[in-house]
């Protein structure tokens, strides 16, 4: 009879690795460890003081111009949040309204 042996797969990490591991996420990365170097020279577009305000002005800014009769404001849900999601948006959306983004 040709049986195959049941495959077993055990994943273990030593102490040390985990140390090693949780030492890593404190640890605070310099702009150079984090971004590779061939992208070193967009430092200032890849930069998150950069990442809080909007870039200049430029001719090929546009409007969006809405049909007149669009109303101001809809009163609705446009998806159902869970409690957690819901608090996350309303996170989420009063730190882009302190940038000024909306």
């Keep these: 009879m040709n049986e195959e042996e049941p495959y077993i797969a055990i994943q273990k ?20 460890q984090m971004v590779p170097s061939p992208y070193h020279r967009h430092r200032k577009v890849i930069s998150e003081e950069a990442s809080h305000r909007f870039p200049p002005k430029c001719t090929w800014d546009h ?6 009769e669009a109303p101001k404001t809809l009163d609705c849900k446009v998806y159902p949040l869970a409690v957690t999601e819901g608090n996350a948006l309303t996170e989420f959306l009063n730190e882009q309204l302190q940038k000024g983004y909306i």
């Design 13 to 32: 990490t030593t102490t040390a690795s985990e140390l090693a591991q949780k030492a890593m996420d404190h640890t605070k990365k310099t702009f150079e």
């Design 63 to 68: 409007a969006i111009d809405l049909i007149p």
